[in-house]
């Protein structure tokens, strides 16, 4: 590995340890890093077969969660670009609504099977979806 690509990983690493120490007090929540989560009343909906909730994802996918939500930096260069659903499995959407980012895949020499992909304005959507199969299925996720 270069020197260069080393350098363009120290803020990843830096921002991966500073979201896994907020995760692990429990503070990233809907609103952003540093917020306590809301707590779902006691009739919420049970999260089904094809969601996730954001407490279960690797940390690796809660730290890229919290990045997209922050809106950045982006370690990869093809973060925040058009994830175009050609495989259809999610919701049909105009060209350009979603975009994907990596989930860094520990011991992995490249990027990867593991996305979040956003539906919508990813700092304020609703809309996120994790793939850890390289987009042979999705689960969406709830906060």
Known sequence: MSWRRLLLLVPLVLALAAVNALVQRGGVG???????????????????????????????????YALVRAGGPYPYAKDGSTFFNRE????ERRRG???????????ARDRGARRIVAGGEPRSSNEFWYTDDHYR???????
């Open 97 to 107: 609504h979603y975009t994907e980012y990596t989930v860094p895949t520990p011991g």
């Open 30 to 64: 809907v609103g952003g890093v540093g917020e306590m989560p809301a707590k779902a009343p006691f009739d919420a909906p049970a999260i089904g077969a094809g969601e996730i909730a954001l407490s279960r994802l690797p940390t690796e996918a809660q730290a890229t």
């Open 88 to 91: 259809r499995l999610l919701p």
């Open 137 to 143: 299925s999705f689960k969406r996720i709830r906060e």
